[in-house]
């Protein structure tokens, strides 16, 4: 059946409604510049129930054969290199470019429709002072002149700090990266985007308030650090007693710390534990069992440990918690796991 092209960066696919911009007439554009025979996808969860329609589109329009991964993708850090092999060109949806990759990986980034205004607004209330950092996804970044006009309104100076490290637009963070928050010299944060990872690690990172505003559920909120901290602390405790200990290491390029778990499997020698360096790509419970380890310390993404505790029987712990542990850092100076 015959279909009219696409043109507009959303697929005609009625099963699939995007509710986002994703540049797909540049993806087409390559693949025919590149002649390319075959082509692989690889997107985050959130995006992957789209990818069939995304599939279809693409191989209409350039008669390439599209393969999508169907492996976990926690970010731009996490390209499949096995596809990689694969395809001609791979493109990765969803993330801005970060650190080195094969020349065939392309970046596609997926930009959110949704206003920022209403949430802003509701979130100005909360503000306290005249000036305040403002921070956000990837996913939003383009519409961040919506915020700081608001808080102009509402007489509130808003500031993004600069792009650098892991993060390719000012204000942007990422769950692992919170350098441009860190920039600045303010006494509170706004910031704009969906979960609480995010403001969390701020929060942590900084150890200044963070106000959150969800423009996707028109929500806004007060970040409240404690339950995570009562959390790693109960980790760290229950740690104690361990004398085997897992230093993980990940396969994924970007995630990749071999000189940090180095350090810290000397740490953790100096101060009499058993320990063992392990190489893995996707980090699950019954393989850190089967190895006998009674607790890890994970120096891949800090999700691991963060965000996925509940799923593990040992306690995961992230390098600066180990370092709590050892005793080389105060329990007062706990710091965020952030990867430069």
Sequence with gaps: MD??????????DPNCDFSYDLDL?????????????RVGLQAPEGLKRAMPAMAKEIAYQT????????????GACDVDLKLCEEVDLLFHLGHAELGDCPEKVIFLEVMMREDLREAVEKAASLLR???????????HVHKIGQALEVLKGHGIEGVLGPAGARAKYPGQVLGCCY???????????????TGQFHPLGIALATGKRVVTADPVMGEVSEIDTDPMLRRRFKAISRAMDAKRFAVLVSKKPGQRRLELARQILKLGEAGGK?????????????????????AAVSTACPRVAL?????????????????????????????????D
Excluded: H
Aim: aromatic letters at 8%; a negative charge.
């Design 274 to 294: 058993e320990m063992f360096l392990v190489y893995l790509d996707n980090i699950e419970p019954d393989r850190l069992l089967n190895l006998g380890a009674e």
């Design 63 to 74: 008669g390439a054969e599209v393969i999508i991964s169907g492996d976990p993708c926690y």
């Design 3 to 12: 279909r009219a092209p696409l043109t507009d960066g959303s697929s005609r």
């Design 25 to 37: 007439d540049r993806a087409v554009l390559l693949i025919r510049r590149s002649a390319a025979k």
């Design 129 to 139: 002072s005249k000036r305040v950092g403002i921070t956000t996804t990837i996913q």
């Design 179 to 193: 350098c441009t928050a860190k920039a600045l010299d303010v006494d509170e944060y706004l910031f704009i985007g």
């Design 307 to 339: 965000d996925d505790e509940a799923k593990y029987r040992i306690p995961m712990l992230t390098p600066p918690e180990f370092e709590v542990l050892v005793g080389v850092r105060p329990w007062a100076e706990y710091g965020f796991d952030e990867i």
